[in-house]
């Protein structure tokens, strides 16, 4: 799987996602690792009033479900999951291969960062589909639930990627806020721990996580845009054949975040 994906550089001329096949640099996008939970807030303060441990957890996004820029999110004819929403993340492109890489070391293994959209199929409330057994999150992999872009900025452009504001808009309307200050499990730590567990080649994509307090519904007919400090801001369209009608704006959920929504 090969995706044309511009590259921002202070030593090549930025160009346009919509010239998806002139001067770009290829993502070969052959493992995706997302982590979650990542980010303090609403989080934390559940998991602390019941004792619960922020742990460190991470799994597999399906690659081909990447899109780019003035992509279509396409709402799978589920009945069950019925709802889909975004999340808007900070996302390290790998400069590999990348194994065994300690966290001192963090940076020869990053060829630069990208926004990233991770859409998500939910249950009751704010859980992942499918909530049991936990490990799957199938609905996470739905084909053009990963949207990134719109170019890649290279490392040496990036002084502290935990130190970017992350935003999301919805139809115009502002729901992620966050600073990637905010992220309990930091970048080091994140490239350590993925290149434990496996070997990961140039073009893969370690995902940082979100800031749940924005979470909200995807509906038919709207238009997103996700931004990330540096990096730049991209656009997307949401089709859903079905036509859903749910509540706008931001979700909390009938669950709390520490009890299933990841």
């Not at 309307?173 to 490239?191: A, G, K, S």
């Not at 540096?230 to 054949?241: E, F, Q």
């Amino acid at each position: 799987f090969t995706r044309m994906i511009p590259r921002r550089s202070s030593r090549k001329i930025r160009n346009s996602f919509s010239d998806k096949f002139g001067r770009c640099c290829c993502l070969n996008t052959t493992a995706w690792i997302e982590n979650t939970p990542n980010f303090h807030g609403s989080w934390t303060a559940g998991a602390n009033a019941i004792g619960e441990e922020f742990v460190h957890r991470m799994f597999m996004k399906n690659p081909d479900a990447v899109i780019g820029p003035g992509d279509t999110i396409m709402l799978p004819e589920y009945t069950v999951p019925w709802i889909f929403m975004h999340e808007a993340e900070l996302a390290l492109v790998i400069k590999g291969p990348a194994k065994m890489v300690k966290a001192e070391n963090w940076k020869s293994a990053i060829f630069g960062y990208t926004c990233l959209i991770d859409v998500s199929a939910r249950e009751i409330g704010r859980r992942t589909w499918p909530a049991i057994p936990l490990t799957s999150w199938l609905g996470k992999s739905f084909d053009t639930f990963a949207p990134i872009g719109p170019c890649i900025t290279t490392a040496d452009e990036v002084k502290d990627p935990n130190d970017l504001i992350v935003r999301f808009w919805v139809d115009g309307v502002l729901r992620h806020n966050y600073n990637t200050d905010d992220m309990e499990h930091r970048v080091p730590e994140l490239v350590e721990w993925a290149t434990t567990v496996m070997t990961m080649n140039s073009g893969d994509l370690i995902a940082c996580g979100t800031n749940h307090e924005g979470l909200g519904f995807l509906q038919d007919g709207e238009v997103c845009d996700i931004e990330v400090q540096h990096v730049g801001k991209m656009t997307l369209k949401v089709h859903d054949p079905l036509k859903r009608k749910l509540e706008r704006g931001v979700y909390m959920g009938v669950v709390s975040l520490c009890s299933g929504s990841l």
